[in-house]
């Protein structure tokens, strides 16, 4: 079974500066999908960003980026010039990517990011 | 497209009574998933359909819950009877292929009293 793991419950940052948040997994798979989803205080839940694992190089989306350190089970979210509207509950998951029905989305607990202002 | 819809956005009910969740997916997509989100246990999968039909059902919590998709554009999930520790946000997500992001819906809030 896959296993997604968020280390820090709660972090907070100032308003314009950066901030990582990190994600560990566990799994035996080789082909598989990584992801951070965002859930502001409205409960929707938006996708931030997502990393294939065959892809060496880190996805990128505006200010946001990860660190995909496949050896290392590791899989941080990178946020450059926080904005107040970052503030949110951030969630990692994982999907195995074997092509077959087995593709359902694991999530970490999550870490509650809060900008300051 | 209106993205995932799901209704209604907030259910109370009493302990004992049938309460029925609904979902309409994006229109094209293949996969269809129930998701329950709770402090304790973060979210959890709990069924999941591929073209329909359901593939995984092993996080549906007891006899209690069930799940159905009749077509591609529907799909319930049923709690008969309700109780208190069911109260969570009900998320359904779906996706169009293997590996591609889910789409979530706003989620309903369930409280059973």
């Known amino acids: 079974a896959q296993t997604v793991t968020q280390s820090q419950p709660e972090m907070s940052v100032q308003e314009a500066e950066t901030v990582t948040l990190s994600c560990t997994y566990d799994?035996?798979?080789?082909?598989?999908?990584l992801f951070w989803y965002k859930q502001p205080p409205s409960r929707q839940m938006i996708l931030v960003i997502r990393?294939?694992?065959?892809?060496?190089q880190n996805a990128t989306e505006n200010r946001f980026s990860v660190n995909f350190q496949k050896a290392a089970k590791s899989f941080s979210l990178k946020i450059s010039d926080s904005q107040l509207g970052d503030t949110a509950m951030y969630f990692c998951?994982?999907?195995?990517?074997?092509?077959?029905?087995?593709?359902?989305?694991?999530f970490g607990k999550g870490t509650l990011l809060t900008v300051n202002p | 497209d209106a993205g995932v819809i799901q209704s209604p956005r907030h259910e109370v009910t009493e302990m004992g009574q049938e309460v029925t969740l609904r979902c309409k997916p994006i229109?094209?997509?293949?996969?269809l998933f129930w998701y329950r989100q709770t402090m304790m246990r973060g979210l959890e999968l709990l069924i999941y359909?591929?073209?329909?039909?359901?593939?995984?059902d092993s996080g549906m919590p007891e006899d209690r819950f069930s799940a159905k998709m009749p077509n591609a554009s529907f799909s319930t999930l049923k709690i008969q009877p309700s109780e208190p520790r069911d109260s969570a946000v009900y998320f359904c997500?779906?996706?169009?292929?293997?590996?591609?992001?889910?789409?979530f819906g706003s989620g309903t809030q369930l409280s059973v009293l």
């Open positions: 359909f591929n073209n329909n039909v359901p593939i995984d």
């Open positions: 998951a994982f999907m195995i990517g074997s092509g077959g029905s087995n593709y359902k989305l694991t």
């Open positions: 997500a779906s996706s169009p292929w293997t590996g591609e992001k889910l789409f």
């Open positions: 229109s094209g997509h293949n996969s």
């Open positions: 799994t035996s798979e080789s082909n598989y999908y």
């Open positions: 990393q294939e694992a065959y892809k060496q």
